[in-house]
């Protein structure tokens, strides 16, 4: 079945640092999502692409569609404290017209201040 | 963005009782609502796929007697766990689907940390 792989796993990074996360996958998928999630919260949507070859931005975040529509990767610069969490991709099923998502295995950001 | 609601939001209760979790979309009206249930440092499982006004898609390995899932309007889903055991403890996240065709957004609950003693 589908899978997206997602990468790193785990990140530590100074405040300030800028951090880069990737999500890819051996089957074409038609939009990528972005979620941060904070312990004990649902996850929250960051950023939404659609179209392959998409850049879009959302503050200090930049999230890119791959070419391909095989992987997609997300940015954040200078990043801040508040900014730890995890992260997640995720994609539409290709059997599915209602939204059923397959999710990354997330990445777990850590910022030292 | 859209506004999901899940109550409650922590429950604690004896091995052996039923518990319900209310998954509320408050300003869309979401015809697909997903359940799912997060272990520890893992990413979401998903449970199941609620359709307003018809039965609930499970995915396999999810006993269906045992999370009962109504999903009795386009704006309420309801999760119950039936004779709750320490086993199910867990966290469960719904979420709302305002998907066409084949784009869409899917929005999040803020999540019911579930604690059978």
């Known amino acids: 079945g589908q899978q997206l792989n997602q990468s790193p796993q785990s990140m530590f990074i100074q405040e300030g640092e800028d951090v880069s996360m990737n999500c890819t996958s051996s089957s074409i998928f038609n939009t990528w999502l972005w979620y941060k999630q904070d312990p004990g919260e649902g996850p929250v949507l960051l950023i939404a692409l659609y179209k392959a070859g998409e850049l879009t931005s959302n503050g200090r975040l930049t999230a890119q569609f791959g070419i391909t529509r095989k992987d997609s990767f997300l940015n954040i610069s200078a990043s801040i404290p508040s900014d730890v969490g995890i992260y997640f991709c995720a994609g539409p099923a290709l059997s599915s017209n209602t939204g059923k998502l397959i999710f990354g295995q997330g990445t777990t950001l850590q910022v030292k201040p | 963005g859209a506004v999901v609601s899940q109550h409650p939001s922590r429950v604690i209760c004896k091995s052996g009782t039923s518990v319900k979790i209310e998954c509320r979309s408050l300003?869309?009206?979401?015809?697909?609502m997903f359940w799912y249930r997060q272990f520890p440092k893992q990413s979401l499982m998903l449970m199941a796929t609620s359709n307003e006004g018809s039965k609930a898609t499970y995915e396999q390995g999810v006993e269906k007697d045992k999370f009962l899932i109504n999903h009795a309007s386009l704006t309420l889903s309801t999760l119950t766990v039936t004779s709750a055991h320490p086993e199910d403890s867990s966290f469960y996240i719904c979420s709302a689907s305002n998907w066409r065709g084949h784009t869409g957004e899917l929005f999040f609950g803020e999540g019911s940390r579930l604690t059978v003693l």
């Open positions: 300003d869309f009206q979401a015809t697909t």
